[in-house]
């Protein structure tokens, strides 16, 4: 893993994922999105940049079981700060659909992404991903059924902390991308980075994310 301090966190990830983008040369950029707060002001000003938004393909890591206009859903503040300010085509926003029973939606979700991915593992050319203070990342929470997931894609977890279920990708898809990119803010949170890069943190989900080929970049605010 390699650990970037960065004192302009929205720059420097804005300038990654830009990078990522035009590696893509023309061709589809798989790109998976983040919730929670940290992301907003990124995908804002992600928005701001002259891409190739029609080659864009946007996934999601992970949704709250709520319908998009919901306060807590994660499209609705991706679509605020981003997908409603650039041209990607509609058909390549593939959207967590919270509203629907939570197996039900997980099991869509995954049809899609093998209906576009073929025989192969839906490879993501880059997957934002935060981490909570209690190293969850994507709805991957500490002590959850879906941290063992070997085959699916996307699952539906049962987080008893939250006292609610949550639509995530599991660890076989995340570890599949070609570029993994954490974006942490906050002094507990690099806290946490620093231990998971000494080696620690072991039982942290997020210590857990380990691309078998891609790039595995922590940025830190
Ligand atoms: C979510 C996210 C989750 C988030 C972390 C950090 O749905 O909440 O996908 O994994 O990235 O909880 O959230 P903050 O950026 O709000 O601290």
């Not at 983040?34 to 938004?53: F, H, N, Q, R, S």
């Not at 080659?55 to 994660?74: A, K, L, M, Q, Y």
């Not at 209906?115 to 050319?125: L, M, Q, S, T």
């Amino acid at each position: 893993m390699h650990v970037v301090h960065s004192p302009d966190f929205v720059r420097e990830a804005v300038k990654r994922i830009t990078e990522a983008a035009h590696a893509a040369g023309g061709g589809p950029f798989r790109l998976s999105l983040c919730g929670g707060k940290t992301p907003a002001a990124i995908y804002e000003a992600l928005a701001l940049e002259d891409l190739d938004w029609r080659n864009f393909i946007i996934t999601f890591g992970d949704e709250r079981c709520v319908p998009p206009d919901h306060e807590e859903s994660n499209y609705r503040m991706v679509s605020r700060a981003l997908l409603d300010r650039v041209p990607i085509p509609k058909e390549n926003i593939l959207r967590l659909k919270g509203e629907m029973p939570a197996q039900e939606a997980a099991t869509l979700y995954e049809q899609q992404l093998r209906e576009r991915a073929g025989d192969e593992v839906f490879i993501h050319d880059m997957i934002l991903l935060g981490m909570g203070e209690d190293g969850h990342t994507a709805s991957l929470f500490p002590a959850t059924s879906a941290l063992g997931e070997s085959e699916r894609w996307v699952v539906a977890n049962e987080v008893a902390e939250l006292g609610a279920w949550r639509l995530t990708f599991t660890f076989p898809l995340i570890n599949s991308a070609r570029r993994i990119l954490f974006l942490v803010k906050g002094e507990e949170k690099r806290k946490l980075v620093e231990g998971i890069a000494r080696g620690g943190g072991h039982s942290y989900p997020a210590a857990m994310v380990k691309p078998a080929e891609g790039s595995l970049i922590w940025l830190v605010g």
